[in-house]
């Protein structure tokens, strides 16, 4: 028998709680809402990419890079793919809580938007918050705050012209960044560190959001679908890994590793003499430079020009690495392609695996649930030295892991949403000026009325919440 829950039609209901073509009563598209059921394999996924994530912050795979054939590098799966996955996730829940938006009103799909940038504005603060932790991981919220952000903008659009806005972040960012970057002597600022060459690139992660609310606008419940998605994903992961091991340069090879990239390239610290030379820190990383090249025109003691200092840069070889770079939080074309690849794979598989076996991944799928509260626990535990509790990391990483789904299980069994979740969702409501009610029953009505944020069974009582439930 079939227990996976069904994804809306065309006709389904958005973050609003409207639903195209059903009709402009209140009711009946709050009713809508409350009735459309939720994507387990989604929350399986996101529940996944939580717990990857967690490894990496916890340092559980420190040695050589991701070897196929060579099990003692598998956990590096964790570092890079894990946070791609997930911001790949984000557009998948921004297309099932946007159900229909196409065929929205004016006045409807600006309530949207501000319920969309209200939520994001949340989220950015609670990524401040994570931040003056100072638990030293390099914190995806506040990136993913301006992502919602961004969504407000682009969940209406078609899927063709997704598709090519995904297509060209991916093929012409990385380079045109890398360009940039040895074009500037001096790539500093809050701004630039956030959202263009921090560790995580806006060309990255808008690209795999516009490749979430293509996906999301599938019908996620079909099991061809997911086999689809398994093997495309696949095929581009693998395809993409390929190419860059073949085009990877010699190890021995300098003059492509030292070619400016914000966002890779590093090395530690021990292994090099920053004495005499001029140094900022941003995003907890330190970058040195000389100080005759601090200034864009050279130094007083420099007689080099600008040009030189382009030169020396060596802007093809920092465009050829931009392209051909797999490396974690490289920023790499192939990097993009074979990681979203991945993180494509991984969701088919969860959602293959959540139609025949959803009692099996109960504790993921609610883990995946509360993704803002686990994700600031995970940050709490790292400050408080989670990985030397155990023996080793790896041993803190599944103990911790556990609990954690455990804990979440319990919480969604019997409150619903998680406490940050509520956060994001009161936030939304406020900016878009709405605001929840309890169901009341008028005289001659059928159906309780509703508002589009009332709560319904949490997703492990009864698999199904409202359009807004989906983080």
């Not at 903008?153 to 940039?180: C, N, Q, S």
């Not at 907890?284 to 005759?292: F, L, Q, T, Y």
Request: proline content about 6%; aromatic content about 6%.
């Amino acid at each position: 028998m079939n227990t996976s829950p069904a994804v809306p039609s065309a006709n389904g209901p958005t973050a609003d709680g409207f639903v195209a073509g059903s009709g402009t009563h209140p009711h009946d598209r709050a009713v809508a809402a409350v009735r459309r059921p939720r994507i387990v394999g989604v929350d399986v996924a996101r529940g996944l990419a939580l717990v990857g994530m967690f490894g990496a912050h916890l340092a559980v795979a420190s040695g050589p890079g991701l070897t196929l054939f060579d099990p003692s590098s598998w956990l590096d799966v964790v570092n890079g793919r894990s946070s791609i996955l997930f911001a790949l996730l984000a557009g998948v829940s921004l297309a099932l809580m946007t159900v229909g938006i196409r065929d929205a009103t004016a006045d409807e799909l600006r309530r949207v938007r501000l319920r969309l940038v209200g939520r994001g504005a949340a989220i950015f603060v609670v990524g401040l918050g994570v931040e003056l932790l100072g638990s030293g991981i390099a914190v995806i919220l506040t990136l993913y705050g301006v992502l919602y952000v961004l969504a407000a903008f682009t969940v209406h659009l078609r899927t063709k012209t997704l598709l090519i806005a995904g297509g060209g972040l991916i093929v012409l960012g990385p380079p045109l960044l890398a360009l940039l970057g040895t074009l500037s002597p001096d790539l500093s600022g809050p701004g630039l560190a956030l959202v263009v060459f921090g560790t995580y690139p806006i060309t990255v992660w808008a690209a795999l959001l516009c490749a979430g609310l293509i996906i999301g606008r599938l019908d996620l419940t079909r099991v061809r679908t997911g086999l689809m998605m398994v093997v495309g994903g696949t095929l581009l992961c693998l395809g993409a890994y390929t190419l860059g091991a073949i085009l990877a340069p010699p190890q021995g090879d300098a003059s492509s590793s030292t070619a400016p990239s914000p966002s890779s390239g590093m090395v530690p610290g021990d292994e090099i003499d920053i004495s005499g030379l001029t140094c900022n820190k941003s995003d907890g990383i330190v970058a040195c430079v000389a100080p005759e090249r601090v200034s864009l025109f050279g130094g007083a003691d420099s007689e080099d020009s600008y040009f030189d200092w382009v030169v020396s840069q060596d802007p093809p070889a920092a465009i050829l690495n931009a392209v051909t770079g797999v490396s974690p939080h490289s920023g790499g074309v192939l990097e993009i392609v074979g990681s979203g690849g991945f993180a494509v794979a991984v969701l088919g598989l969860c959602l293959l695996v959540t139609r025949y076996a959803r009692w099996a991944v109960l504790p993921l799928a609610a883990y995946g649930a509360v993704p803002l509260t686990g994700y600031v626990v995970q940050a709490i535990l790292i400050r408080a030295g989670a990985s030397a509790w155990l023996p080793n990391p790896v041993l803190s990483w599944v103990v911790l892991s556990i609990l954690m789904m455990i804990a979440a299980l319990i919480w969604t069994r019997t409150a619903g949403k998680g406490p940050l979740e509520r956060l994001a969702a009161h936030a939304a409501d406020a900016m878009a000026l709405t605001t929840k009610q309890k169901a009341q029953r008028r005289p001659g009505q059928r159906f309780p009325s509703l508002t589009s944020q009332e709560e319904s069974s949490s997703i492990t009582r009864g698999a199904c919440a409202p359009a807004e439930e989906e983080e």
